[in-house]
T-cell receptor, first 115, second 114 residues
Framework: DQQVKQNSPSLSVQEGRISILNCDYT??????FLWYKKYPAEGPTFLIS?????DKNEDGRFTVFLNKSAKHLSLHIVPSQPGDSAVYFC??????????????FGQGTELSVKP | GAGVSQSPSNKVTEKGKDVELRCDPI?????LYWYRQSLGQGLEFLIY????????KSGLPSDRFSAERTGGSVSTLTIQRTQQEDSAVYLC????????????FGPGTRLLVL
C-alpha cells in the first residue's frame, strides 16, 4: 500500500515558467517531508524539507507547501531552468527505533524543462 | 569533502550466485541506510545501522539478504543465491544520526541478475 503518492509520472514545462510537482500521503503520523532530485546514474540529492509545524518553506527558486488537512504537499520551482530536468521524489520520514528515520518515497515525477 | 561512495558501480551476475555490495559513508556519519530502486517498485528501505547498535532489518525482503557494518563505518550488503527479481539499483545513504537529519546518497550499484 503506497503511503506516499506522486500521481503524475511526468511533467513538461517551458524554461522560465513555474514547475509544480505534487505529492499526497495517507499516514497522518508523518510529520516531516522532503524532496529529492535524481539525475540518471546518480543517487538522489536532497533539495528541500518541511516540518508539519510549517505550511511553507522556501530556498531560492524552490518552495515547498504543505497542506496537512489535505495530506498534500507540492514543490514549486520558479523560474524553471533546463538544468532542473530530472526525476523528483517526494518522501516522508517514518521514525525507526534507535533514532533512525527511514524515507518513504513516492514513485517520482520526471520533470522536463524545455528551452 | 568526500560523499558517500559505493562499489561496484555495476554488477552482472548469474542466478544463484552470491553478490556483495559495498558502501563507504561520509566520514563522521553515524547512521547508514540501504535502499533499493526496482523497476516498477520505486525506492524502498532495506536496512538501517546506527553506530554500533543492532541494525533495523525490517525492510529486508528475504533471508537471502544480509548486511553488516564494520567498525561503525563501511557497510556490506550481501545477497545470497541471487534471483532475477533482485535486479535493481542498490543505494546507500548516510546521515549524522537523528531521524530528521538529511540523508546523503551514494551513486548506487546497478545489479543485473541473468
Amino acid at each position: 500500500d503506497q503511503q506516499v503518492k506522486q500521481n503524475s509520472p511526468s511533467l513538461s514545462v517551458q524554461e522560465g515558467r513555474i514547475s509544480i510537482l505534487n505529492c499526497d500521503y495517507t499516514n497522518s503520523m508523518f510529520d516531516y517531508f522532503l524532496w529529492y532530485k535524481k539525475y540518471p546514474a546518480e543517487g538522489p540529492t536532497f533539495l528541500i524539507s518541511i516540518s508539519s509545524i510549517k505550511d511553507k518553506n522556501e530556498d531560492g527558486r524552490f518552495t515547498v507547501f504543505l497542506n496537512k488537512s489535505a495530506k498534500h504537499l507540492s514543490l514549486h520551482i520558479v523560474p524553471s531552468q533546463p538544468g532542473d530536468s530530472a526525476v523528483y521524489f517526494c518522501a516522508a520520514i517514518e521514525v525507526l527505533g534507535n533514532q533512525g528515520g527511514k524515507l518513504i518515497f513516492g514513485q517520482g515525477t520526471e520533470l522536463s524543462v524545455k528551452p | 569533502g568526500a560523499g558517500v561512495s559505493q562499489s561496484p558501480s555495476n554488477k552482472v551476475t548469474e542466478k544463484g550466485k552470491d553478490v556483495e555490495l559495498r558502501c563507504d559513508p561520509i566520514s563522521g556519519h553515524t547512521a547508514l541506510y540501504w535502499y533499493r530502486q526496482s523497476l516498477g517498485q520505486g525506492l524502498e528501505f532495506l536496512i538501517y545501522f546506527q553506530g554500533n547498535s543492532a541494525p533495523d532489518k525490517s525492510g529486508l525482503p528475504s533471508d537471502r539478504f544480509s548486511a553488516e557494518r564494520t567498525g561503525g563505518s563501511v557497510s556490506t550488503l550481501t545477497i545470497q543465491r541471487t534471483q532475477q527479481e533482485d535486479s535493481a539499483v542498490y543505494l546507500c545513504a548516510s546521515s549524522q544520526g537523528w531521524d530528521k537529519e538529511t540523508q546523503y546518497f551514494g551513486p548506487g550499484t546497478r545489479l543485473l541478475v541473468l
